[in-house]
C-alpha cells in the first residue's frame, strides 16, 4: 500500500489516547493480507466472511482497536483508526467494512455502556474474550419501560459484521420518554434473516434482524447521543456518529488506493502492447487526475481530523463547524473513491467488466457510497451551515437542527 494519510510519528498528544502499539497492529494487519484477498471471492459467494477470514481477523487483535485501553483495548486515536481501517480496507473492501463496523461498535459499546456491564462482556480483552458487537443503530425499534431495564421489539436492516457477532447493539426509541437508545443484547436473542442479496459488499453479512419483546437490562443501554464515555478516553467524547463517520472516512481512502494500484500494475501489464487504451496521452491525463483527486480529499481528511484531535486533547466539545467539516471531508473522500472507480473501470476495459478484482472492487464502492453517513441529505445540510444560512444550528445524530 502507498504512503498513508500521514507521516509517520505524528501521532503525539496530551489527553487524547493514542496507542504506542499502532505500527505492530498495522504490521499484523498487513500479516493477513493474503488470506483476506485469497478468500475474497468465497466470501462474496457466501455473503460472509469465510471461516479463514474470520479466524485471522480475530488472531490479529485489530479488533481491539476501539476498545478503551482501561478494559485491555487499544484504544487508537482518530487518526490512527483511519488509517489501520484504510489498511484493512486496502487488502480486501468487503473484510475492511467488516472490520471498520465490529470495531467501531464494539468499542463504543464498551465505552458508553455501564462499566460492570462493559466488564462482563469485555472481560479479557487481551486474552481474545470479548464482545464483538454488530447492529443497526440509525433506524428505530420500539422500546417499553420494564421492571429493571425494557422490552425492545422491531425489525432492523443492515447489520454488517453480523456473521462474527457475538452481540447486538439496537436502537429504539423508549414509549413513555421518546428518548432514543441503544441497546446490548446477546446475538441469540434476535432473529437473524439471511436476506443479504446485493450488487456490492457482499461478504459483509448486513443482515436484517428481528426482535420481539426482548427484555434488555437498564445497565445495558445508553442514549443513543451520548458523548459522555463510562470507560475510555476522550475519543469516546465523539459520540457514536462520529465514531461511524471515522470507520468510513478509513474505508474509503483504503478502497480508492487499491483501485488506483491495480490500475498502475494493470497498465505496466499492458505496457508496449498494440493499442493498448492505457499508452495513450488522454489516459495518463485522467490517471493523473484520479491520483489528484484522491491524494487530495486524503489530505484534508488528514487536516479536519488534526483539528478535531488537537479539541479532545484540550478537553473541548466539537464546535458545529469541526462536525460539518468532518461529515464534509467524509462526504468528499467517498465521492473521491467513486470518480477513481469511474477511472479505472473505463480504462481497464473488459478487464474492468469480468468477474475480478477490478469489478469487485467497482461493485463494493457503489455499495459503499450508498450508505446513510454520506448521503445527500447530510452535503445539503453542510452547504447550509457553511453558507451562512443556520449559524446557531447544531449537529444531532445526522440532521442539521435550528433552535426553536
Known sequence: MSEGISPKGWY??????VSDEFDSVIARIDDIAEV?????????????LTDESQAALRESGALA?????SLGGYEFSPRQLIDAIARMSYHDAGAGWNFMVLQMISGTTAAYLDSAAAAEIFPDVRGGRYALVAGQGTRFGQAARADGGYRVSGHWQFASGM?????IHTAGLCEETGEALLFTVPVEQATLLGNWDVMGLRGTSSIDYTMDDVFVPEAYSFPVSTTTPRTGGAVYHLGVIDAAMIGHTGWAIGVGRRLLDEMRAYAVRKSGQPGAATGTGQYY?????????????AAWISEVWTGIEAALDRGEKLSAEQETLLRLSLNNVTD?????????????GTTALRRGVLQRLFRDVHAGTQHVTSGPAVLQDCGKWLSGLAPQARWDFLQLDSPA
Open 36 to 48: 483476506l484477498q485469497e478468500n475474497a471471492e468465497k466470501s462474496e459467494e457466501r455473503g460472509r
Open 336 to 348: 473521491a473513491m467513486r470518480e477513481v472507480s469511474h477511472t479505472v473501470y473505463k480504462w481497464a
Open 163 to 167: 456473521a462474527m457477532a457475538t452481540h
Open 12 to 17: 503525539t498528544m496530551g489527553q487524547l489516547h
Open 65 to 69: 482497536v476501539g476498545i478503551p485501553a
Open 285 to 297: 491525463a485522467e490517471f493523473a487526475q484520479a491520483e489528484a483527486r484522491m491524494r487530495s480529499a
